[in-house]
């Protein structure tokens, strides 16, 4: 069985810091393999207050799309637990570069712990996880270093659009991965400020292009919130007659059944 665990679904920083949802990133099983993609503060207590409890110490890797706090505060201590707080040299930490520099947010003394870190390039990879296989994305346009990711296993196609602004080939770039299942960050409603964030429209227009077999919307700003995402899912499906969900906190996606329910 595969599955999604949506650990937390706020973006932005006044939902982090209020805790208006949590953000505690995405913890990917497919098959046997365990995979926690970017987890944000309070990454480590979701996983283990989720019912039933998660298991870090089982984890195979830690994934960072970029290094911003709501993405990467909690990378250190989840390589303390999958290393089993260091006394057993395990698991892979993949991130883009700039997670390790000066101003990065990996700690130099847990990357000894590690037994394999990688760097996520754009268009990098195939990198390997037991039998799955990961590669990175067009470069987003997002203030630091940051790359989407696109899994394969077993036939399954499962790619992430974390944080960009729309730009001109990133839909295009992500329907060309054909994906089963995508999850996007849709931190706005409507842009009135010129961040580096896609709202909803920009969400409908890539949803048009890619037409995964089941889409997730996450990260949510106050925006989003205060017009109930489930309900702006809900008007996508409408329009575009696709298999469209708004995550929320400690929701699982079973990634066979959904499929198996989708239209081919």
Same mark, same amino acid.
């Given at each position: 069985?595969?599955?999604i665990?949506?650990?937390?679904? =706020? $973006?932005?920083r006044?939902v982090v810091a209020?805790?208006? +949802?949590? @953000?505690? !990133?995405i913890?990917?099983?497919?098959? &046997?393999t ?6 944000g503060p ?13 298991d ?8 960072l ?6 993405h ?5 201590v ?22 390790f520099?000066?101003e990065?947010?990996?700690l ?10 990688e760097?996520?390039?754009?268009? =990098? $990879?195939?990198?390997?996880?037991n039998?799955?296989?990961? +590669?990175? @994305?067009? !470069? ?5 270093e &940051?790359?989407g990711l696109?899994?394969?296993h077993a ?6 659009l974390p944080?960009?602004?729309r730009?001109?080939g990133?839909?295009?770039h992500?329907?060309?991965a054909?994906?089963d299942?995508l999850?996007?960050?849709?931190l706005?409603?409507r842009?009135?400020?010129?961040v580096?964030?896609?709202?909803f429209d920009?969400?409908?227009e890539i949803l048009?292009?890619v037409?995964?077999r ?22 996508l499906?409408q329009?575009?007659?696709l298999?469209?969900y708004a ?5 699982e ?5 959904e499929?198996a329910?989708a239209?081919p």
């Amino acid at each position: 069985m595969s599955r999604i665990v949506f650990l937390g679904t =706020g $973006g932005a920083r006044f939902v982090v810091a209020k805790q208006l +949802r949590a @953000s505690g !990133g995405i913890w990917l099983e497919l098959g &046997t393999t365990r995979i926690h993609i970017d987890p944000g503060p309070g990454a480590l207590v979701r996983a283990l207050s989720h019912q039933p409890p998660l298991d870090p110490p089982r984890l195979d890797a830690l994934v960072l799309s970029h290094k911003h706090l709501d993405h990467s505060c909690d990378v250190n201590v989840m390589v303390e637990a999958m290393t089993h707080g260091g006394w057993k040299r395990r698991g892979l930490l993949l991130a883009p570069a700039d997670a390790f520099d000066e101003e990065g947010v990996v700690l130099p003394y847990v990357r000894g712990f590690l037994d394999r870190i990688e760097y996520l390039s754009e268009f =990098g $990879g195939p990198y390997l996880i037991n039998d799955v296989e990961i +590669r990175g @994305s067009v !470069g987003h346009r997002h203030g630091v270093e &940051t790359l989407g990711l696109h899994f394969l296993h077993a036939g399954t196609r499962i790619s992430y659009l974390p944080c960009t602004r729309r730009f001109d080939g990133l839909a295009e770039h992500y329907a060309q991965a054909q994906p089963d299942v995508l999850i996007m960050n849709v931190l706005r409603f409507r842009d009135r400020m010129d961040v580096d964030h896609l709202t909803f429209d920009d969400a409908r227009e890539i949803l048009g292009i890619v037409r995964p077999r089941v889409a997730v919307m996450t990260h949510f700003g106050t925006q989003m919130l205060d017009r109930k995402p489930w309900l702006l899912a809900r008007q996508l499906e409408q329009e575009l007659g696709l298999r469209v969900y708004a995550a929320h906190d400690d929701w699982e996606l079973n990634v066979e059944e959904e499929l198996a329910a989708a239209s081919p």
